[in-house]
């Protein structure tokens, strides 16, 4: 149950389609670096999730999915790789009108 009073720091409007074209582009044009200590890595990442916007979804998938290639992820790592591939999914589908199968192709295959 959420109070009325807290709905607006409580839930978030979904993105709206330009929105998700930005965060698709954001993940193409992805050239951030891949921190090498994994405990500042898995603190910077749970700060991202928390935040819960769509960049910074897409930061943690880009920068793990990049670990991932190198096969260096920890257990964590591949949580927080998952989890962020998830909300982008259900964000991206919402906005775009399309399948979570067509939103996760366009995501992973940029």
Partial sequence: ?????????????PIDASEAKKVLAHLRKWDGKV?????????AHQKAMERGTAL????VYKELSKLEESGALRASDRAHLN??????VEELANALGKT??????????G
Avoid: C, G, H
């Avoid at 921190?35 to 603190?43: E, G, L």
């Avoid at 989890?83 to 982008?88: A, D, H, I």
């Avoid at 979570?100 to 295959?109: E, F, L, M, S």
């Fill in 56 to 59: 910074d979804y897409a930061d």
């Fill in 100 to 109: 979570p199968d067509q939103a996760r192709k366009q995501i992973v295959n």
């Fill in 35 to 43: 921190s090498s200590k994994w405990k500042v890595r898995a603190n």
């Fill in 83 to 88: 989890q962020s591939l998830e909300f982008l």
């Fill in 1 to 13: 149950m959420l109070r009325s009073q807290d709905l607006a720091t409580t839930v978030r409007t």
